[in-house]
């Protein structure tokens, strides 16, 4: 079955920097785009990055600039680095794919932007 296992979230100060990464397994990884959301408290989840298959990103305007997603097809893994993080970055940050119509989603990894 479709697995995606997030890691890399933690606490760090404004200006820092965070690398999110996301292990995929049950599905070929590298025929399918993959999303990086997040949701913070009171708040609807959001798209925050998307890598095509053939590599090709897109970011939410808020992001543009400070975040980079990347993958690695031959580990099954996709990133988001995170540079210049805000306190309004302050989210929990899921892993998402579509295959065969479903929706699938990590637990999602805890970020918080704090002095």
């Known amino acids: 079955q479709v697995q995606l296992v997030e890691s890399g979230g933690g606490l760090v100060e404004p200006g820092g920097s965070l690398r999110l990464s996301c292990a995929a397994s049950g599905f070929t990884f590298s025929t399918y785009a993959m999303m990086w959301y997040r949701q913070a408290p009171g708040k609807e989840r959001e798209l925050v990055a998307v890598i095509a298959t053939g590599g090709s990103t897109d970011y939410a305007d808020s992001t543009k600039g400070r975040f980079t997603i990347s993958r690695d097809n031959a580990k099954n893994t996709v990133y988001l680095q995170m540079n210049s993080l805000k306190p309004e970055d302050t989210a929990v940050y899921y892993c998402?794919?579509?295959?065969?119509?479903?929706?699938?989603w990590g637990r999602g990894t805890q970020v918080t932007v704090s002095s």
């Open positions: 998402h794919v579509s295959s065969l119509g479903a929706d699938y």
